[in-house]
Nanobody, 120 residues
Framework: QVQLVESGGGLVQPGGSLRLSCAASGSIFSINAMGWYRQAPGKERELVADISSGGLTNYADSVKGRFTISRDNAKNTVYLQMNSLKPEDTAVYYC??????????????WGQGTQVTVSS
């Protein structure tokens, strides 16, 4: 099995910063794309940012210039640096990874989610 464990969420004031981390572990041969999604109450889950195994990045328009996605392939970990946070960034943030597993083949795995709340 493959597990994704997120950390780094919390409560922050508008204009503040948070850094999310997501580490993949288990039966992993390689990881292709990794990414972050978010889901606010009453809304659909949306893409925040993703990054290829080679480091190519893609961002939602709403976070461009404020959020930075990065990854450490040696640690099977993806990060999301969030700056200039706004109340509308409040959501549960989920990481995902497209994993080639020795046992299970190629699948997309999801983390359990971490709450980010931006409020004064």
């Amino acid at each position: 099995q493959v597990q994704l464990v997120e950390s780094g969420g919390g409560l922050v004031q508008p204009g503040g910063s948070l850094r999310l981390s997501c580490a993949a572990s288990g039966s992993i041969f390689s990881i292709n794309a990794m990414g972050w999604y978010r889901q606010a109450p009453g809304k659909e889950r949306e893409l925040v940012a993703d990054i290829s195994s080679g480091g190519l990045t893609n961002y939602a328009d709403s976070v461009k210039g404020r959020f930075t996605i990065s990854r450490d392939n040696a640690k099977n970990t993806v990060y999301l640096q969030m700056n200039s946070l706004k109340p509308e960034d409040t959501a549960v943030y989920y990481c995902n990874a497209d994993v080639l597993s020795h046992i299970f083949g190629f699948r997309r795995y999801w983390g359990q989610g971490t709450q980010v709340t931006v409020s004064s």
